[in-house]
Structures are given as structure tokens and as C-alpha cells.
């Protein structure tokens, strides 16, 4: 269970790092269109798991790579913004959401157009 201030440090995380992502999209994923889709903090507010909706996205792995080149200075960049606000600049975690895709999936299923039965 989330406490409050873990909810509003998460909601500026989000924020701040939407903000950024938009600045470094182009030496990230050139052409893509990335957004901050959930942050989730530790208890301690020293560790943030990051989570991201991007489209189009035809190699996570990769993407998640280059992203990790570039996570320190988000991080620096994020410390610059939260500084009066926070002690400690939390530790970011980035991963892919495929809530969207699940929810498609499901929903595709549901349709009845599921793709893998052999009749």
C-alpha cells in the first residue's frame, strides 16, 4: 500500500520525467513517441521503477538499452528539477508497459479472433 507522499513524489517523478524524455527523444528513439505511463516508489523514496509506453517500439531490448546509456544524466537532469523538493534523488528503473497491449489482447481474445487456433 502506497502511502500519500509516496503518491505525490511519484506523481512529480512522472512529471519531471515526462519532461525530460520529451527533451532526449530524439537522441533516445529518434521518431518514436515516448510517455511515462506509472511510476512506483520504494517505501524510502530511493528507488523509482519507471514505467513507459512507447510507440512505435519494435525492439524493447534495445530501446531499453540506450535508455540505460542515458539513464545517470535523467537522473542528473531530474536532480536539478527536485532538488528543493527532495533529499534524496531516487534511483530510476525504467521498463516497458504493455498494459495496452495485454488490454488489446484480451480484447481480441474476447472478439473471438484469436489468431493461433488451428481449425
Given at each position: 500500500?502506497?502511502?500519500?507522499?509516496?503518491?505525490?513524489?511519484?506523481?512529480?517523478?512522472?512529471?519531471?520525467?515526462?519532461?525530460?524524455?520529451?527533451?532526449?527523444t530524439s537522441s533516445i528513439?529518434?521518431?518514436?513517441?515516448?510517455?511515462?505511463?506509472?511510476?512506483?516508489?520504494?517505501?524510502?523514496?530511493?528507488?523509482?521503477?519507471?514505467?513507459?509506453?512507447?510507440?512505435?517500439?519494435?525492439?524493447?531490448?534495445?530501446?531499453?538499452?540506450?535508455?540505460?546509456?542515458?539513464?545517470?544524466?535523467?537522473?542528473?537532469?531530474?536532480?536539478?528539477?527536485?532538488?528543493h523538493q527532495l533529499r534524496?534523488?531516487?534511483?530510476?528503473?525504467?521498463?516497458?508497459?504493455?498494459?495496452?497491449?495485454?488490454?488489446?489482447?484480451?480484447?481480441?481474445?474476447?472478439?473471438?479472433?484469436?489468431?493461433?487456433?488451428?481449425?
Amino acid at each position: 500500500m502506497e502511502s500519500t507522499r509516496q503518491k505525490k513524489v511519484a506523481r512529480q517523478i512522472q512529471k519531471d520525467v515526462a519532461e525530460i524524455l520529451l527533451q532526449k527523444t530524439s537522441s533516445i528513439l529518434p521518431g518514436a513517441l515516448i510517455s511515462v505511463s506509472k511510476v512506483r516508489m520504494s517505501p524510502d523514496l530511493s528507488y523509482a521503477k519507471v514505467f513507459l509506453s512507447v510507440f512505435p517500439l519494435h525492439d524493447a531490448a534495445a530501446f531499453l538499452k540506450s535508455l540505460g546509456k542515458e539513464s545517470s544524466e535523467i537522473r542528473n537532469d531530474l536532480g536539478r528539477r527536485v532538488r528543493h523538493q527532495l533529499r534524496i534523488v531516487p534511483e530510476l528503473t525504467f521498463y516497458i508497459d504493455d498494459s495496452l497491449d495485454y488490454a488489446e489482447n484480451i480484447d481480441r481474445l474476447l472478439r473471438g479472433e484469436d489468431t493461433n487456433t488451428t481449425e
